[in-house]
T-cell receptor
Framework: AQSVTQLGSHVSVSEGALVLLRCNYSSSVPPYLFWYVQYPNQGLQLLLK??????LVKGINGFEAEFKKSETSFHLTKPSAHMRDAAEYFC????????????FGQGTILTVHP | GAGVSQSPSNKVTEKGKDVELRCDPISGHTALYWYRQRLGQGLEFLIYFQGNSAPDKSGLPSDRFSAERTGESVSTLTIQRTQQEDSAVYLCASISPGPNTEAFFGQGTRLTVV
C-alpha cells in the first residue's frame, strides 16, 4: 500500500521568502513521486517528478524537490516566492511508474502576501 | 485537441437523478484515471484503466458509481441515483506511454447535486 501525507493544509509566506511545502510518503517498493500545482479555476499541472534518477529534482517555475529515502520525504522548495505562486500544491506517489494507482496527498494551499 | 477534454464542465442535477461524465484522453495514451475532489479536500482515486487489462475499481465509493472505457478512447463515469455527497469536481487524467510517463489532467467536471 502507498500513502502520502502533506504537513500543513495552509502555508503563508511573504513575497521573496523561502517556500517549503512538506510531503512524506509511505511505500513498500521504491516510489515514483510527483508534485502537482492547481491554480485557481484551473486543472492540475505537473511541477516535477522523481523517478529514481537524481534525488534533487528541478521543476518548472523555480521549484525543486529532494527525495530523501531515509526520511521518506519529498519536500518542495522555492528560494523566493512570487505572488503568482499562490495556488494549491499536491504531492503524489505511485509505484511501478504510473502503471498503477497514483495516490495524492490532501493538498497544501500556498498564500503569498506582499 | 492537444489536452484531456472533459464534459460537461459544470453539471447541476437533482438528487436521485443519474449523471454521465465524459473524458476524452490524449490520443495514444493507454492509461486513464478518474479522481474526485470534494471541496477543501484532496484528490480521491476512483478508477484506473490500463489498455485492455481489467480496470482497478478499488476507489469507487459505492455501486452507484461505474465507469467504462472503450479501447484507448473515451471514458464515461456514471453516477446513478445521485446524492448530495456526490457533489465534487470529477477529474480525469490520461497517462503518456513510455519511460517518461506523465499524467495529464483535464479541467474537471464540477458536479452539484441539489
Amino acid at each position: 500500500a502507498q500513502s502520502v501525507t502533506q504537513l500543513g493544509s495552509h502555508v503563508s509566506v511573504s513575497e521573496g521568502a523561502l517556500v517549503l511545502l512538506r510531503c512524506n510518503y509511505s511505500s513498500s517498493v521504491p516510489p515514483y513521486l510527483f508534485w502537482y500545482v492547481q491554480y485557481p479555476n484551473q486543472g492540475l499541472q505537473l511541477l516535477l517528478k522523481y523517478t529514481s534518477a537524481a534525488t534533487l529534482v528541478k521543476g518548472i517555475n523555480g521549484f525543486e524537490a529532494e527525495f530523501k529515502k531515509s526520511e521518506t520525504s519529498f519536500h518542495l522548495t522555492k528560494p523566493s516566492a512570487h505572488m503568482r505562486d499562490a495556488a494549491e500544491y499536491f504531492c503524489a506517489v505511485s509505484v511501478f511508474g504510473l502503471h498503477g494507482k497514483l495516490t495524492f496527498g490532501q493538498g497544501t494551499i500556498l498564500t503569498v502576501h506582499p | 485537441g492537444a489536452g484531456v477534454s472533459q464534459s460537461p464542465s459544470n453539471k447541476v442535477t437533482e438528487k436521485g437523478k443519474d449523471v454521465e461524465l465524459r473524458c476524452d484522453p490524449i490520443s495514444g495514451h493507454t492509461a486513464l484515471y478518474w479522481y474526485r475532489q470534494r471541496l477543501g479536500q484532496g484528490l480521491e482515486f476512483l478508477i484506473y484503466f490500463q489498455g485492455n487489462s481489467a480496470p482497478d475499481k478499488s476507489g469507487l465509493p459505492s455501486d452507484r458509481f461505474s465507469a467504462e472505457r472503450t479501447g484507448e478512447s473515451v471514458s464515461t463515469l456514471t453516477i446513478q441515483r445521485t446524492q448530495q455527497e456526490d457533489s465534487a469536481v470529477y477529474l480525469c487524467a490520461s497517462i503518456s506511454p513510455g519511460p517518461n510517463t506523465e499524467a495529464f489532467f483535464g479541467q474537471g467536471t464540477r458536479l452539484t447535486v441539489v
